[in-house]
């Protein structure tokens, strides 16, 4: 049985928002805006991406060490990974000033060979992929699609011409957008317990030791479950302050308040 506490997030527009959907040829929309069953939404990876990135910035500027690169020695336990297979060239230069680890979390990592470290010793899992998800590890926090019953609004971006001054020929591109004043709601959820895995928030999981060394970070963890839902969750949804594109624009300002 799955133990669950919920809160209610209600995500604000200050700006023009834009999160851009799939074209539909048969809709005669250019540039939409997402969608679900003709509903305007946040679409739930697009929120717990923003979320992700929150909760690495806290790590680094916390617990890493800026002049030295390096991680403050009681808290190497909180260096976040990068959760993809391919890292770009400006990732990779994160790496190596070890502000992230070099090895993505993921679970079971076996002795010989692990597909991503190639190496013998398993690795731990970092404290955003606790909360987040691993690869082949749910994580304890769901993110919602967040929802608003309102119409798409449509403007046009267009070129000028550099020697005319006039709209370069061609260039006139519709696209949608949410106005600002708009909110959009949903419900988070945290899973407390399951009771058949025997996983508990807060408290490191039960993983096969040989195959990982699991959530060191909470081994000697102080905070609470609520603590760590209020510094960890709750505060870094509240910090996120722009999402979707455009931002350069005048696109994306948000407030997001949670309710529990």
């Known amino acids: 049985m799955l133990i ?3 809160f209610k997030v209600e995500l604000e527009t200050l ?3 834009r999160i851009g959907g799939v074209e539909d040829p048969l809709s005669g929309i250019h ?3 997402a969608t679900v069953g003709n509903r305007v939404c946040i679409p739930g990876p697009t929120l717990k991406g923003a979320l992700r990135n929150e909760i690495e910035n806290y790590l680094i500027d916390n617990f890493y060490d800026k002049n030295n690169k390096t991680w403050k020695p009681d808290k190497l336990h909180f260096q976040p990974c990068i959760p993809t297979t391919q890292f770009s060239p400006d990732e990779e230069n994160l790496i190596r000033d070890n502000k992230y680890k070099e090895i993505v979390c993921h679970y079971p990592c076996y002795k010989r060979p692990c597909p991503l470290r190639g190496e013998g010793e398993p690795h731990e899992i970092c404290p955003v992929c606790y909360f987040m998800g691993a690869m082949g590890l749910i994580g304890f926090v769901r993110i919602p ?3 608003a019953d309102i119409s798409a609004n449509e403007l046009y971006a267009s070129r000028i011409d550099r020697a005319t001054k006039t709209v370069a020929e061609g260039t006139n591109r519709p696209y949608q957008l949410v106005p600002d004043g708009t909110k959009f709601i949903g419900e988070l959820q945290i899973i407390m317990e399951d009771t058949v895995l025997g996983w508990k928030f807060g408290e ?3 993983l096969l030791k040989n195959e ?3 959530d060191k970070w909470l081994e000697e963890n102080s905070s609470t479950p609520e603590q760590l839902i209020n510094t960890f969750i709750i505060e870094r949804l509240r ?3 722009f999402l979707g594109g455009y931002k350069s624009k005048g696109f994306g300002q948000i407030k997001i308040e949670i309710t529990g």
């Open 204 to 206: 490191p999981r039960p």
């Open 31 to 33: 540039n939409p805006i």
């Open 145 to 147: 699609f967040l929802f």
């Open 4 to 6: 669950i506490k919920r």
């Open 212 to 214: 990982t060394k699991g």
């Open 239 to 241: 910090a996120i302050k």
């Open 15 to 17: 700006e023009p928002l």
